[in-house]
């Protein structure tokens, strides 16, 4: 009975749905949903820290951010940040959001992760310019690569965007806006570290 209990209430498996410039996308179902949970994950050269920087200056977001237009930080300490965003979205209303992100960091194991959710009564009142996304949940987790000399980075991110986009939509369009968002925050890595958080393998 136990093992069927278990069985009945774990997770559905990850599919895989692309394998293109070295990142890797995967998607699952979300029960009473008809959106995709999507992950992405890569590998670096660059040591976790240095990946971590990056993600963690999200002022410096709409410098390099694929589609983000604007972003408010309405509050930060040293472990959560509040931001208020908005996102171009072709051929269709561009979205507003809300995020509470809060980091996790052990060094010693080199392991560092994000956690967000969509908080919107922490930020401004929808307006009429944007549609406001309802859902948004997910972590970035970068961690030491087997080999120890560069990164294996994962995204995780569950996305309702409101609105009328039929699902497929939706599901497409994420599916390739992972891939591009993890692919933008390692370029902006590796341009802007200096050589103390590089591998020793890139030396």
């Known amino acids: 009975m136990a093992l069927l209990v278990a069985g009945a ?40 820290a240095a990946i971590f920087e990056t993600l963690w200056k999200h002022r410096e977001y709409p410098e390099f951010v694929p589609h983000l237009k604007r972003l408010d930080v309405l509050s930060e300490d040293d472990d959560e940040h509040v931001t208020y965003e908005q996102v171009t979205v072709p051929l269709l209303t561009d979205r507003d959001y809300v995020v509470r992100l809060r980091k996790h960091v052990d060094p010693g194991a080199q392991r560092y992760e994000i956690q967000f959710n969509s908080t919107n009564d922490a930020g401004p009142p929808p307006d009429r310019q944007h549609v406001r996304v309802q859902r948004i949940k997910g972590s970035w987790l970068v961690v030491p690569s087997v080999d120890g000399k560069g990164s294996i980075v994962r995204y995780d991110v569950l996305t309702e965007p409101g609105g009328s986009i039929p699902a497929w939509i939706t599901n497409r369009a994420q599916r390739e806006a992972v891939a591009a968002l993890v692919h933008a925050v390692l370029k902006r890595a590796q341009d802007s570290i200096g050589p103390e958080l590089r591998s020793s393998s890139s030396r």
């Open 9 to 48: 209430t774990a997770a559905p498996e990850w599919e895989k749905v692309s394998d293109k410039g070295g990142v890797v996308v995967e998607r699952r179902p979300v029960p009473g949903s008809s959106i995709y949970e999507v992950r992405a994950t890569a590998q670096s050269s660059l040591l976790p």
